[in-house]
């Protein structure tokens, strides 16, 4: 069995081998650990959908998802990206305070994300100098 404990200092290691996260004092990186949660989906699954309200910061920690857009005059969405372990999604709209701009799905067999709320992504995320400088 796995205690709390065990689990916090998996967290915390696997965040310190997140780029983004990578400078941040392990503080902050306690703190992230504290309030993440962790969400598994099932092959297939929208993980995020575009156009929908969103409120969630995704980490990926296991599995693989694919980005996909609406393109104009177009039915289906078309793939932009695939994402893996390590890779983050879902920051937009939560910098931006507006609607999910692509669909998020996981991929086979299915994926783990650590999540973090939008309060917390602000006081403890948001104000990283990569994801405002970032520009796909
Ligand atoms: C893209 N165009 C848009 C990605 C994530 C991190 C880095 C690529 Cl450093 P959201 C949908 C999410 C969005 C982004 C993600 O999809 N995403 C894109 C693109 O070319 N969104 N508009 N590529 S994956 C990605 C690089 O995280 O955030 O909240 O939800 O709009």
């Known amino acids: 069995m796995k205690t709390g404990l065990q689990r916090q200092e998996e967290n915390i290691k ?6 983004l996260l990578q400078n941040l004092p392990t503080d902050k990186l306690a ?9 598994f989906y099932h092959e297939g699954d929208f993980i995020i959908r575009e156009g929908a309200v969103g409120d969630t910061f995704f980490i990926i920690n296991k599995g693989e998802v694919q980005v996909t857009q609406k393109i104009a005059g177009f039915d ?3 793939e932009i990206r695939r994402l893996d372990r390590g890779q983050y999604f879902g920051e937009k709209a939560l910098l931006s305070e507006d609607r999910r701009t692509a669909n998020v799905i996981a991929l086979a067999p299915g994926v783990e994300c650590l999540t973090v709320d939008r309060e917390s992504f602000n006081s403890l995320i948001g104000d990283l100098n990569e994801l405002k400088e970032k520009d796909y």
Not at 31 to 39: C, P, R, S, T
């Open 14 to 19: 696997f965040l310190r081998s997140v780029p």
């Open 31 to 39: 703190k992230i650990a504290d309030v993440l949660e962790v969400d």
């Open 76 to 78: 289906d969405p078309k």
